[in-house]
């Protein structure tokens, strides 16, 4: 089928006729997998699949591997104007995945540690700032520029690699706060006080919203690679203003819980 003349897509990149053709395509391969009750298992899967390959074959790679998985079905849901369907397939494929690695960093943290590189050092680091109430990385002025950056890395690899690499990134930094979380509830004499609090509501809600924002560059992504109007300009002013929204309340409640959290963890840390 062909397809209307594209916007500039990078810059005065404009993608010749057979790219366009391609994209708009290979955004479908995955669109059966991301309708309804499929839809949940393809992101159960996406979410699951890889890692207990990895497990198996004792090999890292799960979250690139999830990643695309997940992409794919985003994909699919952006091509036929379905950005929210997208954001909920994306947060129940983070949330199955979150499952299984905590489940998995219960039971083997050490093969955990071998498929989750960086997760042990960040739970070093993290039990360091529960014991001394300090860690440069939780200074306002660090933290803030850190949010700044990651806001512009997820806007730049969002639409750059239409979600892939924003994916990716957001399995390993959940992965190693999925360990971090383990261990320190394994570490604690409120195994529940420390679930609760160990994965923080800042972090949850700077999730969400980022999620909202990159499900939306994907859209205006694809959109502008096909020559395709995928969404009207009032639902992603929605979308930017609920993500906007959401990073804003996790500064604010990071500003305000940081310390009474620190505080009930150490009161329960062993």
């Known amino acids: 089928m062909d397809l209307p003349a594209a916007a500039s897509w990078l810059g005065p990149l404009r993608p010749p006729p057979r790219i366009r053709d391609f994209a708009w395509d290979a955004a479908a ?9 499929r839809g949940v298992a393809g992101a159960l899967a996406a979410g699951t699949l890889p890692v207990l390959i990895s497990l198996a074959v004792r090999l890292p790679g799960h979250q690139i591997a999830s990643a695309l998985g997940l992409g794919l079905l985003c994909l699919a849901c952006v091509r036929r104007g379905a950005a929210l369907e997208g954001i909920a397939l994306a947060l129940l494929a983070f949330a199955a995945h979150s499952v299984v690695v905590m489940l998995l960093a219960a039971h083997a943290p050490d093969a955990a540690a071998r498929l989750l590189p960086g997760a042990a050092e960040y739970w070093l680091k993290q039990r360091e700032w529960i014991r001394t109430g300090w860690d440069p990385e939780y200074e306002t002025a660090a933290w803030t520029s850190s949010h700044l950056g990651q806001l512009g890395g997820v806007i730049v690899y969002s639409y750059a690699s239409l979600g892939w690499i924003t994916f990716a990134e957001g399995f390993r930094e959940v992965d ?42 994907v859209s205006l992504s694809l959109g502008r690679l096909t020559g ?43």
């Open 228 to 270: 395709r109007e995928l969404s009207t300009a009032r639902a992603r002013r929605g979308r930017w203003i609920a993500g906007l929204g959401l990073l804003a309340l996790d500064a604010v409640l990071k500003v305000l819980l940081l310390r009474p959290v620190q505080e009930a963890l150490l009161a329960t840390l062993r």
């Open 29 to 37: 391969v995955a669109d059966r997998w991301s309708r309804g009750a």
């Open 176 to 217: 190693w706060m999925n360990y971090y979380c383990v261990q320190l509830m394994r570490s604690s004499t409120s195994p529940l006080t420390a679930g609760l609090l160990g994965w923080h509501v800042w972090s949850l809600v700077r999730g969400v919203g980022l999620a909202v924002i990159s499900i939306d560059l």
